[in-house]
């Protein structure tokens, strides 16, 4: 299971990110993330989406297990649109992407 406080912290770390940073890209104050950090407190959903937004990440990618992929914006809006397709459309469309693999290599 994911420790939540954990995973910000080094999301926070990764980037180099004093706590006070963290602070002004989220918005939050300094205080409610040290409580965080000292196991005073948990993170709302509501800060979470906060804290997602300020690293570039959906509320799933922060979520996800494993190796973390951040997706650059033109990725996200294909995903967006992927996701409004049928089944049956998503299926005609990775068949086009497999032939045109196949074609190019």
């Given at each position: 299971?994911i ?13 180099g990110w004093s706590?006070y940073?963290l602070a002004?890209?989220t918005g939050l104050?300094q205080q409610t993330?040290n409580?965080?950090?000292n ?7 509501y800060n979470?989406?906060?804290?997602c ?7 799933s990618e922060?979520?996800?297990e ?14 967006k649109?992927?996701s ?15 032939i ?5 290599k």
């Open positions: 299971m420790d939540i406080v954990r995973k910000i912290n080094n999301l926070r770390l990764e980037r706590v940073k002004n890209e104050p993330i409580q965080w950090f196991s005073e407190t948990m993170p709302s959903i979470l989406g906060l804290i937004d300020a690293f570039g990440l959906t509320l922060f979520f996800a494993g190796e973390l992929i951040e997706a650059h914006d033109e990725v996200k809006e294909l995903y649109k992927w409004c397709l049928s089944k049956e459309e998503q299926d005609s469309i990775k068949t086009i992407i497999e045109y693999l196949s074609n190019n």
